[in-house]
Structures are given as structure tokens and as C-alpha cells.
């Protein structure tokens, strides 16, 4: 019985697409469960990239209410429209490995995953006024890697695909807008202008799927000097590593180091 419901969920695909949508990647749950999930997903993300430690772990207790109902649902065999909270989360999680027959991961590995990103919410600073620490960056930095592993494994299991491409698919659905870019009239403009004319080109890639023509990025940050744009920005920045930057067809893509360069610099950015 299980096979047979498993074989009813999973759906084999594809390697993400730079703009892969939550409605491909996670098609076999239901519209509310999914709308949630990615919220959730992005809330965390956002909170924790703003440096607000506190929200960015409250939103992981609700991605953990959020997983822990698609687990449940798939054992039973019925996914629920909503998540909801079970009134003990703790032995709930722990029923789920009586699921004999099912994958263990969906038993064994994320429920206790879950229970331990819960704890932090309820017994730590961020779930209830005088807790035994204050919630600091160490804590949301757990809250964020273990979020992310929880929807990566929610996708490879439910989209039987290998652990890369769930990754992936994770990473096309992380909203990476912020508070300091602005988009007008299918512009996008920073709202810093202190900021140096590479460290706003950095900023506004890390906002965008996929690579970025140099002419419309040059137009976003309104540099001047296409020549000395292309040699004093993206050259030096492809040298050091902080984009990939094709000068045959002017594409340009922010790499792994160009994204940890923007969100180590993000907060003291957005505070000025």
C-alpha cells in the first residue's frame, strides 16, 4: 500500500530551470500546503539575510508545522489543504516512524530534523519572553541550513530526483529581494547610493535567477561608461571571482562568492 501511494506522489523531473516555479517543483502537494511551504521557506531567507535573527527562527517553527503536515499527510495517504499544528509536536514527530514501509528519511531523519529546528523556536529566546538564551546569529544560522535541507528533502522525495537538483530547485525558489532595490517601470534601481558602482551591481544580480545581460545591468546601476563599466566592474569582478562574466555574449552571472559577498555586507548595508 505504501509503494502504491508513494508511486502516486513522486513524479520524476527534470534538473530546475533557472525559473523553475514552486507550482513545477512541488506540483504534488496541494496549493495551500505548497503556498506555505515556500512563504515559510522565503521567510526565513529574507529575515536572516536582513540580519533579524529573531523573526528568521519564529519562521522556522512554522516551516517545521508546515513539513511535518506533508509527512503526516503522505503516511496517511491524503494530503490536508492547510498545515496545522498537532497538539504534542514532539511524540507526533516520533509516531511517524511507526510508517513501516515508507522511505527513511520521511520516518526517521527529518521528523527528528524537525523536532530539533522546533526546539529552537520553543526553547530559545525566539519562542517565549525570557528564555534560557537570547537568539543570536549562531542559532538563525542553524534555523536557515536546516530549513533549506528540510524543503531540499521534501523535494527529492516527493519528485524523485538526486539531492544536486533538489538543491537546486531550492535555490530557484528562494525570493532574493531586499529592502535596498527597487524596481520601477521594469527597472531596478539600489537605494543606497553610497554603495561603490560593483558593490550595486552584486547587489542587484543576487535579486535575479540566472544570468544578466551586462547592458541591462549596466542601465539598472545607470553606469555612464560602458568601457570603463565592462573594465573597472566586471572584469575585476570576474577576476575575483565574484561573477562569471562572458564577454562574448555579455551575460553575466553571480557566483556562490558573489552571493556571500552581498549577504555579509547586506545588513551593515541596509542599516547605512
Given at each position: 500500500?505504501?509503494?502504491?501511494?508513494?508511486?502516486?506522489?513522486?513524479?520524476?523531473?527534470?534538473?530546475?530551470?533557472?525559473?523553475?516555479?514552486?507550482?513545477?517543483?512541488?506540483?504534488?502537494?496541494?496549493?495551500?500546503?505548497?503556498?506555505?511551504?515556500?512563504?515559510?521557506?522565503?521567510?526565513?531567507?529574507?529575515?536572516?539575510?536582513?540580519?533579524?535573527?529573531?523573526?528568521?527562527?519564529?519562521?522556522?517553527?512554522?516551516?517545521?508545522?508546515?513539513?511535518?503536515?506533508?509527512?503526516?499527510?503522505?503516511?496517511?495517504?491524503?494530503?490536508?489543504?492547510?498545515?496545522?499544528?498537532?497538539?504534542?509536536?514532539?511524540?507526533?514527530?516520533?509516531?511517524?516512524?511507526?510508517?513501516?514501509?515508507?522511505?527513511?528519511?520521511?520516518?526517521?531523519?527529518?521528523?527528528?530534523?524537525?523536532?530539533?529546528?522546533?526546539?529552537?523556536?520553543?526553547?530559545?529566546?525566539?519562542?517565549?519572553?525570557?528564555?534560557?538564551?537570547?537568539?543570536?546569529?549562531?542559532?538563525?544560522?542553524?534555523?536557515?541550513?536546516?530549513?533549506?535541507?528540510?524543503?531540499?528533502?521534501?523535494?527529492?522525495?516527493?519528485?524523485?530526483?538526486?539531492?544536486?537538483?533538489?538543491?537546486?530547485?531550492?535555490?530557484?525558489?528562494?525570493?532574493?529581494?531586499?529592502?535596498?532595490?527597487?524596481?520601477?517601470?521594469?527597472?531596478?534601481?539600489?537605494?543606497?547610493?553610497?554603495?561603490?558602482?560593483?558593490?550595486?551591481?552584486?547587489?542587484?544580480?543576487?535579486?535575479?535567477?540566472?544570468?544578466?545581460?551586462?547592458?541591462?545591468?549596466?542601465?539598472?546601476?545607470?553606469?555612464?561608461?560602458?568601457?570603463?563599466?565592462?573594465?573597472?566592474?566586471?572584469?575585476?569582478?570576474?577576476?575575483?571571482?565574484?561573477?562569471?562574466?562572458?564577454?562574448?555574449?555579455?551575460?553575466?552571472?553571480?557566483?556562490?562568492?558573489?552571493?556571500?559577498?552581498?549577504e555579509q555586507r547586506l545588513g551593515k548595508w541596509i542599516e547605512g
Open positions: 500500500m505504501a509503494t502504491k501511494r508513494k508511486a502516486a506522489v513522486a513524479q520524476k523531473l527534470t534538473p530546475a530551470q533557472p525559473q523553475a516555479s514552486a507550482s513545477t517543483i512541488l506540483a504534488n502537494l496541494p496549493p495551500g500546503l505548497r503556498a506555505d511551504l515556500v512563504a515559510e521557506l522565503n521567510g526565513v531567507e529574507r529575515n536572516y539575510r536582513e540580519h533579524r535573527w529573531k523573526p528568521a527562527e519564529l519562521d522556522g517553527g512554522r516551516l517545521c508545522e508546515v513539513v511535518y503536515s506533508i509527512l503526516k499527510g503522505y503516511v496517511d495517504g491524503s494530503m490536508p489543504a492547510a498545515a496545522s499544528k498537532p497538539s504534542n509536536f514532539v511524540d507526533s514527530c516520533a509516531a511517524l516512524s511507526r510508517a513501516t514501509g515508507f522511505p527513511h528519511s520521511v520516518r526517521i531523519t527529518m521528523p527528528r530534523m524537525l523536532v530539533a529546528l522546533y526546539d529552537l523556536r520553543n526553547n530559545r529566546d525566539v519562542g517565549h519572553v525570557g528564555g534560557e538564551v537570547d537568539s543570536n546569529q549562531m542559532d538563525a544560522t542553524v534555523v536557515l541550513a536546516m530549513a533549506k535541507w528540510l524543503v531540499a528533502e521534501t523535494v527529492r522525495l516527493f519528485h524523485s530526483v538526486d539531492t544536486a537538483t533538489a538543491t537546486a530547485f531550492v535555490d530557484a525558489l528562494i525570493e532574493r529581494e531586499t529592502p535596498l532595490v527597487w524596481e520601477v517601470d521594469g527597472a531596478r534601481r539600489v537605494l543606497n547610493p553610497a554603495l561603490s558602482l560593483k558593490d550595486r551591481s552584486l547587489l542587484l544580480m543576487h535579486g535575479v535567477s540566472g544570468a544578466v545581460p551586462e547592458a541591462t545591468l549596466r542601465l539598472w546601476t545607470e553606469a555612464k561608461n560602458p568601457t570603463d563599466y565592462r573594465r573597472h566592474v566586471l572584469k575585476t569582478s570576474h577576476a575575483a571571482k565574484l561573477i562569471e562574466y562572458n564577454q562574448v555574449d555579455g551575460m553575466v552571472t553571480l557566483s556562490p562568492a558573489g552571493r556571500d559577498y552581498v
